[in-house]
Nanobody, 114 residues
Framework: QVQLVESGGGLVQPGGSLRLSCAQS????????MGWYRQVPGKQRDLVAR???????NYADSVKGRFTISRDNAKHTLYLQMNSLKPEDTAVYYC????????WGQGTQVTVSS
């Protein structure tokens, strides 16, 4: 059974940094890529960053140059390093894995506020 468990969220001041982690347990058949999404109340869940199984990373325009996605295959863990955080980055962040089906974590809250 596949599980994705996020951690690392919290409250941070504008300009600060956080690193999110997503620990994967269980094998994912035909893994195509993994990504981070975020959602604020009343809005759709949006892609923040994605990394393909081959290691190619893509970012939403709003986070380019500030966020970095990476994956440690040996530890089966996905990361999102978030720097220069802004209040508009406040959201629940979800980890996603694309295999023969899509898998989601439970989400972790990130709040950027002074």
């Amino acid at each position: 059974q596949v599980q994705l468990v996020e951690s690392g969220g919290g409250l941070v001041q504008p300009g600060g940094s956080l690193r999110l982690s997503c620990a994967q347990s269980g094998s994912i058949f035909n893994l195509k890529g993994m990504g981070w999404y975020r959602q604020v109340p009343g809005k759709q869940r949006d892609l923040v960053a994605r990394i393909s199984s081959g290691g190619t990373a893509n970012y939403a325009d709003s986070v380019k140059g500030r966020f970095t996605i990476s994956r440690d295959n040996a530890k089966h863990t996905l990361y999102l390093q978030m720097n220069s955080l802004k209040p508009e980055d406040t959201a629940v962040y979800y980890c996603n894995a694309e295999g023969w089906r899509s898998y989601w974590g439970q989400g972790t809250q990130v709040t950027v506020s002074s």
